[in-house]
């Protein structure tokens, strides 16, 4: 059905029916959103109106972009939301802290657009338990980009909610947020439908063949139709059609009437907000009375309400441009006059830049204090074009170039990494002095790393570095150097960075924790290992230091997480990416918290903590599918070495081939891992070999790696290749001697010296693995003591630790070593039992997380933020998962889980 805005319908009842059929399951909570198509003109709104006026009992919701304020922030979400923003009380704190937030209703920490989400989400669903909810945003192609993401984010996450969600744009191309919704496209009206629709709205009855040459120049568009059949005589002809000839007829109608309606509908077209009150108090201060904004409103092309709209958003966008440059600017100028600067000091703001012609530092100040409110609302992108503005109203080329570039900054922030550069070059062009110009290379480079993250990038951002001054460099060669850790093409590369590095930087007095974490991971690559662990062991207490206080910054811990597995200090590498994780999930620090999931998958991985490693990464997906984001798998590819999980590995394996940047020890160890697993120590021993002589030649290793090459060159009899290895491990040990590297050291002597004199070692190796967290770790120490038993004849002996091992290994969740085990005791005539069934192996990876979570104690609303969906959601997980255990209850699934 088509309406044109008098009320009367022809067709479209399809179009209605999709409409319906989302919106019928939605009232009874499975939500879902469409995306309705078309040019302007085809009806899109009308057809979402009428769909709207049919649902009884519902909350409707509306916004609508607006041409000239899609970079003010949120301005779409907060037309949205206002009408229900009271239920805000009902969300958790950091939910109702961010919505708050970005509506300016306090001052806040700056919300990531994700965090934004799950409020929006959480908002909606809390409404919806009252009555179901349509959200119809019109125009979304010119919604501000917050708007857009965060919309698209709920959109994708209504499933389970009584919520449906329908947004109009002219083309899917120009909304990319919202491309994976369903589509509803919209044509042109029949021959025959337009023919109704003509008998009933043309004011003259037009002969036949003027009709018909009406419904070829409008091409079945109905506005076109209503506006063409106006603007035509009883005997006239019509002389364009389409949607750009509509707002060409717009324009016409407008520059015929009188100087004071044109000047009132010009004000109502630059105030986007409808404001009747700000578009009188403008009106006054050109001169303007009640009588012009009543001729206005009479022209037809403008609505008078509570709110102030226009016939069409193709009338607002022929009057805006048609009104001339100098009117546009007066315009804006009242408007600017008129606003109230404590009430609403960015749009007042906005205007005066749009009220002047030349450079003014005063408002390019304002602009610049306009653009920081933004930052704390979470409005990158409007924070850019604040910056932008300003920087173009500045009079000096040194501000300008330095507005230009922090614009840059924030682009690049916002996800616009092209906009961003050309803001560098238009910096350049104003050639600034030398520090400006290698601030400018700098950032050039730093936009080229974050887009490709490949080696050349990385190289050049070196070099950018090296032109700055050490306080700026400092940060940006740890970046690089931690990225060059992982690189595959040449293992010196790394070093000569060190070089460099060590050579460029001075150390700073007093040292910051990250000062330290560059200097140590310079240190660990240039110097013996002896001589390096004291600088690696004062920078992870500065930063297990750093990280116990309430405002820490979460970013680098991982480096120092990686750092402490270096040490062997399992303490100090769980206690600081536990606190990396619980500080970005506090902060919305989204950028960093998947890294750290990843990380902490890791942690939970080295101290045989499978299970919850899983649920770690599980979360980690979560974070990604949330924001859109891809990482590296390499702590699902140690968790799947480590669980014995060979179809898993060869498919992450598979993933990982090709891309930039994988450590080249990532993959032949966690390789090592899965083969000393199953008893190929052979190929173990031969992937292990290649990364030591990459290692030589300056790559980095994890300490680990040693650990897996002696046993390997142990198994296969060739004891001399884990030589080296060996010392790195008695090293570690003597210099941090604790539970896991003394016991890993005397389990190594052991391995390589399998004389009588090693039943000492082992049993001493596994007594100290017993008193620490790495029970993986103690149960593989078992296994090779039980084969070292069985093979110098000591049946009894080696069976005791073989079932030890076997038991622990399978309770952990390590089926290849368990695997290993069960062979060696069937050597012996010990057959193993068939492992009972695991009752959690029937659920998904998210329903697992979701049950692990709730029988920690964890609440529905937690659970829900953790997962950025909405607490309906993780109730349906619950009956989904109690159904499939064949429990009933939160004090069975804790039981169960015991």
Known sequence: MTAIRSGFFVARETELGEIASMTDPAARGRGGAMLVLGDAGIGKSTLIGVAASRLDGWQVLRAGGIEFESELPYSALHQLCAPVLDRRAVLPAPQRSALEAVFGLHAGVTPTPMLVGVAVLGLLSAVGRRRPVLCVVDDVQWTDAGSRQVLAFVAARVAAERVAMVFAARDAAAVPELGRLPALPLTGLTDSEALTLLRHRAPFGHEAAILQRILAEAAGNPLALVEIARDTGPFGLPADGGHGAVEHRFAKRF???????????????????????????????????????????????????????????????????????????????????????????????????????????????????????????????????????????????????????????????SGAPSAARELVNEAERLQPDSADHRAARLLRATIDYHVTRSIPATIALIDAADGVGPDEARETYLEAFASLMFSVDDPGRLRRLALQIRERVPHRQPPRPVDLLLHALVEQNLRPVEEAMPLMRRTVDAFREYARTPDADPWWMERACALSVDLGDSDAMEEIVDRQVELARAQGAYAILPHALRFQAVARTIVGRFADAQVCVTEARAVDEAAGTSNLVGSDLMLAAWSGDVDRFREIQEKLRG?????????????????????????????????????????????????????????????????????????????????????????????????????????????????????????????????????????????????????????????????????????????????????????????????????????????AALLFVSPRTIDAHLRNLYRKLGITSRRQLRELLR
């Open 255 to 413: 520059l015929r009437l009188p100087a004071p309606t044109r000047s009132v509908l010009t004000l109502a077209a630059a105030e986007p907000t409808g404001d009747l009150v700000l578009l009188r108090r403008a009106m006054a201060i050109q001169g303007l009375d009640a009588a012009n904004l009543a001729a206005a409103e009479d022209s037809g092309l403008l609505v008078i309400g509570p709110r102030v709209h226009f016939q069409h958003p193709l009338a607002r966008s022929a009057v805006y441009r048609s009104a001339g440059a100098e009117p546009r600017r007066q315009a804006h100028a009242a408007l600017a006059a008129g606003t109230d600067v404590d009430v609403d000091p960015d749009r007042r703001a906005w205007h005066r830049a749009n009220a002047i012609t030349g450079p003014d530092e005063g408002t390019a100040e304002e602009l610049e204090r306009s653009a920081g409110r933004a930052q704390r609302r979470g409005g990158f992108a409007a924070v850019a074009a604040f910056l932008e503005t300003g920087a173009r109203l500045t009079p000096g080329r040194s501000e300008q170039a330095r507005r230009l570039m922090a614009a840059a900054r924030t682009r690049l922030s």
């Open 659 to 863: 891309w930039e940047g994988v450590n080249p020890t990532a993959l032949p160890y966690a390789n090592g891992v899965l083969c000393n697993g199953s008893g190929d120590h052979e190929a173990a021993l031969n992937g292990l070999l290649l990364v030591r002589d990459q290692h030589r030649r300056g790559a980095y290793v994890v300490t680990a790696f040693h650990h897996e090459l002696v046993e390997a060159a142990a198994c296969v009899g060739r004891p001399e290749a884990a030589k080296e290895s060996a010392e790195w491990i008695g090293a570690v040990a003597r210099v941090n001697p604790n539970a896991w590297t003394t016991g890993a050291h005397l389990l190594a002597c052991a391995l390589l010296d399998p004389g009588l004199g090693a039943q000492d070692r082992y049993r001493e190796a596994i007594s100290r693995f017993a008193g620490s967290r790495m029970r993986v770790h103690y149960a593989r120490a078992r296994l090779l003591h039980g084969q070292w038993l069985r093979r110098v004849g000591r049946r009894a002996e080696a069976r005791v630790e073989l079932r030890a091992a076997h038991d622990l290994l399978s309770t952990i969740g390590a089926r290849g070593f368990a695997a290993r085990a069960a062979r060696e005791l069937d050597a012996i005539g010990e057959p193993t039992l068939a492992d009972h069934a695991d009752p959690l192996a029937g659920l998904t990876a998210r329903e697992l997380l979701v049950a692990r979570k709730v029988a920690s104690g964890a609440g529905t609303k937690e659970v």
